[in-house]
T-cell receptor, first 110, second 111 residues
Framework: GQQLNQSPQSMFIQEGEDVSMNCTSSSIFNTWLWYKQDPGEGPVLLIA?????ELTSNGRLTAQFGITRKDSFLNISASIPSDVGIYFCAGEGGSEKLVFGKGTKLTVNP | GAGVSQTPSNKVTEKGKYVELRCDPI?????LYWYRQSLGQGPEFLIYFQGTGAADDSGLPNDRFFAVRPEGSVSTLKIQRTERGDSAVYLC?????????FGEGSRLTVL
C-alpha cells in the first residue's frame, strides 16, 4: 500500500529559528496536506496543496508540492513557543482517503 | 458546539468485550471518516461514509470492526471481541467540500 516517509521524526529548536520538514512517497499523490496535532486534540489542517510545483504560504508557514508529485516540504519561519506540536503530512491519491506520515514532533525552547 | 464531537473521550475495557464509539459530525457535512491513531503514528484510514452508505471500508482491519451511519449524520464504530492491539485513539472527521475537520478522538484502552 501507499506509504509516506516523513522526516525528521523530532526537532528541538530555539525560539526564532526556522524549521523545515519533508515527506516522500513511493507513489504519486493528487493532493498534499500538512496538519498540526496538539496533545489530546485531533489534527488541524495548516496548508493544502493541489498542483505539482505549487508553493503556498499561510502566515509563517510555507509548503510546496513536489514536481514529481511524490514529495512535499513544510517550512516554519521564526518559530514561536506555540508552534510546539506534532506535524503530519498527508497525501490523497484520488480515493477520498488520506495517507498520513508518522509525524514530526517539534519542540521550541524559549 | 460547532465542531466534530466524539464520545466517549476515554474508554477502558477488558479483552473480549464489545465497544461502541460515537461520532457526531459538523451539521450538514455529508462525508464522515473514521481513522485510527496508534501511539507515535499518524492516523490510519478505517472507513469513509458518503451520506448513509459506506463508500470505502477498505481500512477496517478485520470483521470485528463495523461502522454504521443510519441517518446520514451520527456514526457509530463498533468493535467486537476487543483485543489488546485495538488500543488506540479513534478519530472521526467530517467534510462538506474536501477539507476534513477532525474530532478530539476516543482513546480506547483494552486491558
Amino acid at each position: 500500500g501507499q506509504q509516506l516517509n516523513q522526516s525528521p521524526q523530532s526537532m528541538f529548536i530555539q525560539e526564532g529559528e526556522d524549521v523545515s520538514m519533508n515527506c516522500t512517497s513511493s507513489s504519486i499523490f493528487n493532493t498534499w496536506l500538512w496538519y498540526k496535532q496538539d496533545p489530546g486534540e485531533g489534527p488541524v489542517l495548516l496548508i493544502a496543496l493541489y498542483k505539482a510545483g505549487e508553493l503556498t504560504s499561510n502566515g509563517r508557514l510555507t509548503a510546496q508540492f513536489g514536481i514529481t508529485r511524490k514529495d512535499s516540504f513544510l517550512n516554519i519561519s521564526a518559530s514561536i513557543p506555540s508552534d510546539v506540536g506534532i506535524y503530519f503530512c498527508a497525501g490523497e491519491g484520488g480515493s477520498e482517503k488520506l495517507v498520513f506520515g508518522k509525524g514530526t514532533k517539534l519542540t521550541v525552547n524559549p | 458546539g460547532a465542531g466534530v464531537s466524539q464520545t466517549p473521550s476515554n474508554k477502558v475495557t477488558e479483552k473480549g468485550k464489545y465497544v461502541e464509539l460515537r461520532c457526531d459530525p459538523i451539521s450538514g457535512h455529508t462525508a464522515l471518516y473514521w481513522y485510527r491513531q496508534s501511539l507515535g503514528q499518524g492516523p490510519e484510514f478505517l472507513i469513509y461514509f458518503q451520506g448513509t452508505g459506506a463508500a470505502d471500508d477498505s481500512g477496517l482491519p478485520n470483521d470485528r470492526f463495523f461502522a454504521v451511519r443510519p441517518e446520514g449524520s451520527v456514526s457509530t464504530l463498533k468493535i467486537q471481541r476487543t483485543e489488546r492491539g485495538d488500543s488506540a485513539v479513534y478519530l472521526c472527521a467530517s467534510s462538506s467540500s474536501g477539507e476534513l475537520f477532525f474530532g478530539e478522538g476516543s482513546r480506547l484502552t483494552v486491558l
